[in-house]
């Protein structure tokens, strides 16, 4: 198999799956519910979906600002109007072609405010690497907030809580075998996962050196803050989820990022992820996956909309360059 073959199918298959899961998604609901979910999409309180989409836009505009506060020890400061319309830009690439976003910001933040592109990069796989151990506290949290619910759903489905301390335990047991074995190894391979995972952690730990470490671990907070935010906001805009508590939204909340992470934007799997996880706490089918495509539709024409916007806006700002 070429290489370009290799690089389109990388591109083709996450964009094929989503559109069969949209699709899978429409043809497995009956005529019936499939009109009473457009009913609650077409009904949602533009209120609520507007708050939603602000929440979303304050956690783009925190993100940039706390882009400063990792770029500011390498000697740079770009403008925060700068930065705000570079991630903009960098989700709505996403939406095409998986973490091509990564790519595009940092070299967009080379040619706008002359940041070498290793240094800029290394900024953005620092941020990622917080996003994840932010998601992990989240998944945490949510467990432990839904455990019985959870570890119910889980025996239900022929797991038992020993099996999962065994397999958790094993888990970590191969962690450190991994990690000891990178760390003795002298294999060419071994060293440079060694190398990378040193950079990684010395980026994270990087940030309690820096002079506005609080400042940045507020913004990280206010980040996910916002995007919790706009979740529990949508559940305003269908009756059956109303009462659905916060704890039983961040479990929604999981399954969504993990749908996010697979395909591109969460195309076709995140309502229906979303959905499944809601019905774990008795909301029905049709309900769960209104609320779904709500919280997905606006999220996604956020996206859109403004990452536009901005990839249009990006160079006219910056004429001179």
């Given at each position: 198999m070429t290489n370009s073959l290799k690089k389109n199918l990388k591109i083709i298959l996450p964009i094929a799956l989503g559109v069969f899961l949209v699709w899978y998604s429409y043809h497995s609901t009956t005529p019936e519910n499939?009109?009473?979910?457009i009913?609650?999409?077409?009904?949602?309180n533009p209120l609520y979906v507007s708050l939603s989409i602000l929440l979303g836009i304050l956690g783009h505009i925190s993100r940039a600002v706390r882009w400063n506060y990792l770029l500011e020890p390498l000697g740079y400061k770009p403008k925060l109007t700068n930065n705000i319309l570079i991630i903009l830009t960098s989700y709505f690439a996403n939406l095409g072609i998986p973490r091509t976003g990564e790519i595009l910001r940092a070299t967009a933040l080379t040619t706008y405010e002359n940041v070498p592109f290793e240094k800029g990069f290394g900024t953005i796989v620092t941020e990622r690497v917080i996003d994840?151990?932010?998601?992990l506290i989240v998944v945490t949290i949510a467990f432990l907030l839904q455990t019985d619910v959870i570890m119910g759903i889980l025996q239900e489905r022929g797991f038992n809580a020993t099996g999962l301390i065994f397999l958790a335990l094993g888990g970590i047991a191969l962690f450190f075998a991994f990690?000891?074995?990178?760390?003795?190894?002298k294999n060419a391979f071994a060293q440079k996962i060694k190398t990378f995972?040193?950079?990684?952690?010395?980026g994270v730990?990087?940030?309690?050196?820096m002079k506005n470490k609080w400042m940045f671990i507020f913004h990280t907070l206010f980040i996910w803050a916002c995007y919790i935010g706009m979740l529990w906001i949508i559940k305003f805009t269908v009756p059956e989820t109303i009462s659905l508590t916060l704890s039983q939204l961040l479990v929604a909340f999981v399954a969504g990022?993990?749908?996010?992470?697979?395909?591109?934007?969460?195309i076709g799997l995140y309502p229906i992820?979303?959905?499944?996880a809601l019905a774990i706490f008795g909301i029905s089918a049709v309900s769960g996956d209104a609320f779904g495509w709500i919280i997905w539709i606006a999220q996604t024409l956020m996206i859109v909309v403004f990452g536009a916007i901005s990839f249009l806006l990006l160079p006219l700002l910056n004429s001179s360059k």
């Open positions: 499939r009109k009473q979910i009913f609650y999409i077409k009904e949602a994840v151990m932010m998601l990690i000891f074995f990178i760390k003795k190894s995972v040193k950079g990684l952690l010395d730990f990087s940030i309690f050196k990022a993990f749908a996010m992470a697979t395909t591109n934007g969460g992820a979303v959905s499944s």
